[in-house]
């Protein structure tokens, strides 16, 4: 069955409406060999082969009622189980925007329910095709060994963190920054986000995936960052490729972070806590990026080295459904009790983490204010 976001009751739709696929879905092996669906606004949703078949059947225009009746006389052992489940299968599909309906209305407990599972990142398309500028550069690295390029990716963080350790734990005399310090490490940041950005469109294209676009948003509809558009990496079977398309960009913050903290090791006075500033920085950002509870670069790592998909929107689907009591998903219904447990886990996790590395930031910023003001 399909990744889908909701299940309703049956409704008489299912007994009027012939159903078919909506124009422009495409059925594909993508994740993990999976057969996947993507929808014509691009949302990917892993889909059962029995789910598959259905679907065929709706290829010949039935309606809901005409698809259980053929199933029920295909598989008439089977009629309390296709009974119960087609209807909320078909509802999931229409809400997915599958189906050639209108997605279904949803309550307010079902919005609040969606909104919890967002991404919560309001985006503004600035580049509409990174790959084109991405490509000279990956395919230069195509031609290097990939074992190499691997062993220099984990070479990064073991010397980059100690190097920040030290940089963070020395001395520098001068602990008072002035205001142009920080108005320049902010104008170094923007630079290295941009380069950081730029990673994953290289990495993609490496993996001859091509980013749909890239650009800057609102994370929580609030706070600037910068982005790219990294959804087609579901079409990458393998899972080292999609890790490494999502932790480049965090690995490329631990280099710079290093390379800082290497030079306020080897500076004095103002020098050496301009350098400081932007080790602290970049901590912030690296926190920020690895936050599992968002569609982070360290949630998308841990999701593809497990093998799985939409994990984080499973897990908070299937938490909030239950502080709400409402019925779960088909999708989530049989699931197993480690599964779930796993769901809350993940959910609690990630909470604890949101509330830490905040903090952290917080703290952190309000030092940077006490020294300015100082």
């Known amino acids: 069955m399909p990744s889908s976001p909701e299940t309703v009751a049956p409704e008489p739709w299912l007994d009027t409406e012939r159903l078919r696929m909506r124009d422009g879905v495409e059925i594909i092996t993508g994740a993990g060999g999976r057969t996947m669906l993507v929808s014509p606004a691009g949302r990917y949703l892993n889909i059962s082969p029995s789910g598959l078949a259905m679907l065929r059947h709706l290829g010949e225009g039935m309606t809901g009622a005409e698809l259980m009746a ?24 229409r809400r997915a925007s599958v189906l050639n309906l209108d997605p279904l209305p949803a309550t307010g407990t079902e919005r609040a329910i969606r909104y919890g599972r967002l991404d919560l990142v309001k985006r503004f398309p600035l580049v509409r095709d990174p790959g084109r500028y991405a490509g000279p550069v990956a395919d230069v690295l195509r031609r290097l060994p990939v074992q190499p390029l691997a062993a220099l990716l984990l070479a990064v963080p073991v010397v980059a963190i100690p190097l920040v350790v030290l940089a963070l734990t020395s001395s520098t005399g001068n602990i008072h920054p002035t205001a142009w310090m920080v108005v320049a490490a902010v104008a170094v940041m923007l630079g290295e986000i941009v380069v950081h950005e730029f990673c994953h469109a290289v990495a993609m294209t ?26 087609d990496s579901y079409r990458h079977e393998g899972r080292f490729g999609r890790v490494l398309i999502s932790l480049v960009g965090p690995i490329c913050d631990l280099a710079f972070a290093g390379v800082w903290s290497l030079a306020a090791l080897n500076t004095s006075g103002d020098a050496a806590l301009f350098f400081r500033i932007l080790v602290g920085f970049q901590l912030m950002a690296v926190a920020a990026n690895v936050n599992p509870l968002f569609p982070s670069d360290g949630y998308h790592a841990v999701e593809a080295a497990l093998g799985a998909i939409n994990m984080r929107g499973r897990a908070l689907t299937y938490v909030l459904h239950r502080l709400t009591r409402k019925p779960l998903p088909l999708y989530l219904r049989s699931i197993s009790a480690r599964v779930r447990a796993g769901y809350v886990c993940y959910f609690a996790v990630s909470l604890l983490y949101t509330l830490l590395a905040a903090g952290l930031i917080l703290f952190n910023l309000l030092s940077l204010a006490i020294g300015l003001m100082s």
Not at 206 to 230: E, K, Q, S, W
């Open 206 to 231: 490496y993996n001859r995936i091509r980013p749909r676009n890239a650009g800057v948003g609102l994370m929580l509809y609030l706070f600037p960052m910068a982005y790219v558009d990294r959804t």
């Open 70 to 93: 053929s199933l029920t006389e295909r598989y008439p052992e089977q009629h309390e189980q296709i009974r119960a489940t087609v209807p909320d299968f078909l509802a999931d599909l």
